[in-house]
């Protein structure tokens, strides 16, 4: 489904990215792990074309996707969800779910999709009029990935969903981000610190240092690779 | 005391804050949006002054009415202005948009300087005669003491442009890409929201206000030169700041607080001083408020 190639991605003259490939298939949820600083935001952030990659290429059901702008990228079904959540602080949580549909024109689906983000969410229905800023961490969460979800993606990329909640909200996110690449066959690509739930739910796993992907593998490999557990899973 | 009086500047203070307020919209919602300080956009009123008053001499020509005359001038000076407001974005400030910030600031000055030369070139640098277009009306004439018709029209005007600006932002799909635009500009991008687009919505919308307000003032006074741009860019610039920068609801406040202090300053103490009372205004309040009347504290995370 989606095809990364040999892309290099910079900062001004700071290199970001060194030659990295990978390969989501559809369907799948795929995670990439690694440290603060190994590139991970950066590969997705060029998937999304908000930062262009100065070499290699994407492509996105066979077509190439690196050179298109933002917008566009959008609208070809890739929507992510960014670390930080980047909730709109001064919108209502109903227009910031509207926002996640900005592109989609069917005002009847629109709708429904809304009442079913309550539906999974319900604290989200009781403060659809609350300002976005005001919520909690994993209130935020919950609507940053409801929101992504409003524009209807065939790929939903998640950067740190879990970054700064508490443990238990972290269980809850995990598993509706199972639940969501199970039920509406959305394919996850999932960039995480948290190696050890990601790659729980995952069904391959890439491992990233300094702008390079070192390993590649099923989840479950991964999570008993022996380099793996000392440097990402504490153990 | 005098009430009547003081019920008088009251009212020209409201009328000229009004002013004020359309042309602050255009700095604050262009700042709101990429953080620059617009500093052409003075200009972009001068020129909408300047538009109206030759299709105002090419139509009185022709023979129509004063009404009739106003309402083509300010059309095409409308026009004119929009036209301005998209070129200037795209020429010199699109091609900073990654640069320092200090860079569009300075070139902000530099197309300021550029088009108030320009004109005073093109036109001429002395004070032309702006024609009184619109007669006086019968029913205004018991209370004409505090409000003149001109005055009538500037207030009508200046409220219905505000509430159109109001719904445009709250409702359609352009104002909510400007509000998202604005609250969180990579989140926007990421929901498909054409960024470029949206700046450059933003500066036609501010240069349409600039020009309205351009074409009232300029019927107001009875004449223009190539300067009125630049002393009512720094007086709407501090209505902004007063209000809180990057504020809607702030810049209109902000406008009509500096223009009735102007008035109240002008008429009880010597109207010589007015400008020191707008800017002095300006420096209390900011000594007390940092952020502006209606702005919030950048909260900044460590």
Redesign the interface.
């Known amino acids: 489904m989606l095809e990364v190639r040999n892309i290099q991605t910079c900062y001004g003259n700071i290199q970001a990215l060194k030659n990295v490939s990978l390969t989501i298939n559809e369907g799948e949820i795929v995670t990439l792990i690694g440290a603060n600083g190994a590139g991970k935001s950066t590969t997705l952030m060029s998937i999304?074309g908000?930062i262009s990659p100065r070499q290699g290429e994407i492509l996105f059901r066979g077509e190439p996707i690196h050179r298109l702008?933002?917008?566009k990228i959008?609208?070809l079904g890739i929507?992510?969800v960014?670390e930080g959540r980047?909730?709109?602080?001064?919108?209502s949580v109903l227009?910031n779910l509207?926002?996640?549909a900005?592109?989609r024109k069917d005002k009847g689906g629109i709708k429904s999709d809304i009442e079913h983000a309550f539906e999974r969410f319900p604290i989200l229905g009781r403060r659809r009029h609350q300002a976005g800023g005001t919520l909690s961490g994993g209130e935020q969460q919950m609507l940053a990935i409801s929101?992504a979800l409003l524009?209807r993606p065939s790929l939903l990329l998640l950067d740190e969903p879990s970054l700064g909640l508490a443990p238990l909200i972290i269980k809850q996110i995990f598993e509706i981000i199972r639940k969501i690449n199970a039920e509406s066959n959305t394919t996850v690509f999932l960039v995480e610190q948290n190696a050890n739930q990601a790659l729980k739910i995952a069904h391959r796993g890439y491992v990233m240092e300094n702008g390079v992907i070192t390993l590649e593998d099923r989840a479950e490999n991964l999570l008993s690779n022996e380099d793996v557990k000392k440097a990402y899973l504490g153990m | 005391m005098d009430f009547e009086y003081l019920f008088e500047l009251l009212c020209s203070g409201v009328v000229k804050g009004s002013i004020y307020a359309l042309i602050a919209l255009g700095y604050t919602m262009v700042y709101g949006i990429i953080q620059l300080i617009n500093f052409a956009h003075g200009e972009v009123y001068m020129i909408g002054a300047f538009v109206a008053f030759i299709v105002t001499g090419v139509l009185t020509l022709s023979g129509h009415s004063g009404l009739t005359v106003l309402l083509l001038a300010a059309l095409a000076a409308v026009i004119y202005a929009a036209a301005y407001g998209y070129t200037l974005e795209k020429i010199a400030y699109r091609p900073l948009r990654n640069a320092p910030r200090l860079s569009p600031l300075i070139s902000a000055i530099g197309a300021s300087i550029f088009l108030m030369n320009f004109v005073q070139l093109v036109q001429t640098p002395d004070f032309l005669p702006f024609p009184e277009l619109i007669s006086d009306f019968d029913f205004m004439e018991p209370i004409s003491r505090y409000l003149s018709s001109v005055d009538l029209i500037i207030l009508i005007v200046t409220t219905v442009t505000m509430i159109a600006l109001t719904v445009l932002i709250k409702y359609t799909?352009t104002g909510?890409?400007m509000?998202?635009t604005q609250?969180?500009m990579?989140?926007?991008?990421?929901?498909?929201?054409?960024v470029d687009r949206v700046i450059s919505a933003t500066f036609i919308i501010g240069s349409v206000l600039a020009a309205i307000a351009g074409v009232l003032i300029a019927s107001r006074t009875g004449q223009i030169n190539s300067a009125i741009g630049f002393t009512a860019g720094l007086k709407a610039f501090t209505a902004a700041v007063l209000g809180g920068i990057g504020n809607i609801p702030g810049a209109v406040l902000g406008g009509l607080v500096l223009g009735i202090a102007e008035t109240l300053g002008a008429g009880y103490i010597s109207s010589a001083y007015e400008d020191v009372f707008a800017f002095g205004l300006l420096v209390l309040i900011l000594t007390l408020r940092p952020s502006g009347l209606l702005g919030k504290a950048v909260k900044q995370k460590v």
């Open positions: 999304c908000v702008n933002a917008e959008v609208s929507c992510q960014p980047h909730i709109f602080p001064q919108m227009e509207e926002m996640g900005f592109l929101r524009s | 799909r909510k890409a509000r998202a609250q969180d990579i989140m926007a991008r990421l929901s498909g929201i054409n």
